[in-house]
């Protein structure tokens, strides 16, 4: 499916805003900083996953002289009719989404109209962040290929939820083993899906690898949360017992795995540029997405915020080619309209929209 047209309204600088998108093609949207480029990103963002990628705070997303704002999308898709999705979000209350007329899960949305957004905060979080931000980079992969997965990851959260309250409620020693056998046994199923994710997505992002040179010995390495090559995870969870009860937590699990981005002297947060890792993020984003793809025959919606920021010329154009939108949609914000490589997209081959943004007001550009 893809988004076809968005209304938004009463979020962040934006009162009232159209935006239609085309179906395999580019939207471009050029304006000064601060006139309102990365909410839009934001808005379509959060129509998705109903949260926002900026904060954690939703009551920020509300105009400050507003109670509510509301987020309004169109879903196309070949084979069937148009989808109506839609969230409202009132000041200090939960944020309600519907599909169709009707209450919907986010995660029903978001497997409809998946997202990858590569902005500053994006790359810049996935290099340097801890790893939960690259679990969640990860467990967005699988949540997208395998549907499974995600019923698999909600139980392990339950596991270790419940875990770690008859830690702090100081169980016995045969509770304690009941939780670790329960937690090994979907550690292990998580794993085996995790690892065969890893070794796909390896594959493609050989081939960024190849073209820019400035990634050629960054090595991607899974770490699943525990010592795979020593003892079983259950006789580590065993032996790892008594600190657990010191510090009131599971200590080992796939809650704890990791994905190292590393180079041979170090890892790449340590050694890369800013610019460096932006690409190396850039290449990681578009590798998952081609992996969906393949996967699952349907490619994520591109959001690229601020297009030139970071970026040298030869990286851009690898972007603009990678993103060569045939059967793709790709959002585009930059701060300069008259950008040559964004100017020179082929709008005979791909259809393109572009607008233009300031304070929060959003006109169409005719060409």
């Not at 379509?44 to 939703?58: Q, V």
């Not at 949305?109 to 939960?132: C, F, K, V, W």
């Not at 995600?150 to 939820?161: F, Y």
């Not at 329960?182 to 690898?209: A, P, W």
Request: proline share 4%; glycine share 6%.
């Amino acid at each position: 499916m893809f988004l076809s047209h968005l209304h938004i309204s009463r979020f962040r600088n934006l009162q009232s805003v159209e935006l239609f998108l085309p179906k395999n093609g580019y939207c471009i949207i050029s304006g000064p900083n601060g006139s309102g480029k990365t909410s839009m990103l934001e808005a379509i963002y959060t129509l998705s996953c109903g949260k926002s990628f900026r904060t954690t705070d939703s009551d920020q997303l509300i105009q400050n002289d507003a109670e509510t704002f509301v987020l309004f999308g169109e879903l196309g898709s070949p084979q069937s009719s148009n989808i109506h999705i839609g969230i409202q979000r009132d000041r200090g209350e939960k944020i309600i989404a519907k599909c169709a007329g009707k209450p919907a899960k986010f995660s029903e949305i978001a497997r409809m109209l998946p997202i990858r957004i590569l902005s500053p905060i994006e790359s810049y979080t996935l290099i340097n962040g801890g790893p939960e931000q690259r679990r969640r980079f990860l467990d967005w992969g699988m949540f997208h290929v395998k549907h499974f997965y995600w019923a698999e990851l909600q139980k392990l959260h339950r596991i270790i939820k419940q875990k770690n309250a008859a830690l702090k409620m100081r169980c016995s020693d045969e509770e304690l083993m009941q939780w670790n056998r329960m937690l090994s046994d979907v550690s292990y199923s998580l794993d085996i899906l995790r690892c065969e994710y890893m070794v796909r997505l390896n594959k493609i992002f050989d081939k960024y690898r190849e073209k820019l040179p400035v990634l050629k010995d960054i090595e991607l390495d899974y770490l699943p949360g525990w010592q795979r090559e020593s003892t079983d995870l259950f006789t580590q969870l065993s032996t790892a017992s008594k600190q657990e009860r010191l510090q009131g937590h599971c200590l080992l699990g796939p809650h704890r795995a990791e994905i190292l981005l590393k180079l041979a002297h170090g890892l790449c947060k340590d050694q890369l540029s800013r610019g460096r890792q932006k690409t190396l993020a850039i290449a990681l984003y578009l590798s998952q997405g081609e992996l969906l793809f393949n996967e699952t025959g349907k490619h994520p919606l591109y959001m690229i915020d601020d297009f030139s920021s970071e970026l040298d010329i030869e990286t851009q154009k690898l972007l603009i080619e990678a993103l060569d939108p045939a059967d793709k949609q790709v959002v585009i914000t930059n701060l300069e309209q008259a950008h040559p490589l964004l100017e020179n997209i082929d709008a005979i081959k791909y259809p393109v929209k572009r607008y233009v943004i300031n304070n929060g007001n959003m006109q169409p550009i005719d060409l």
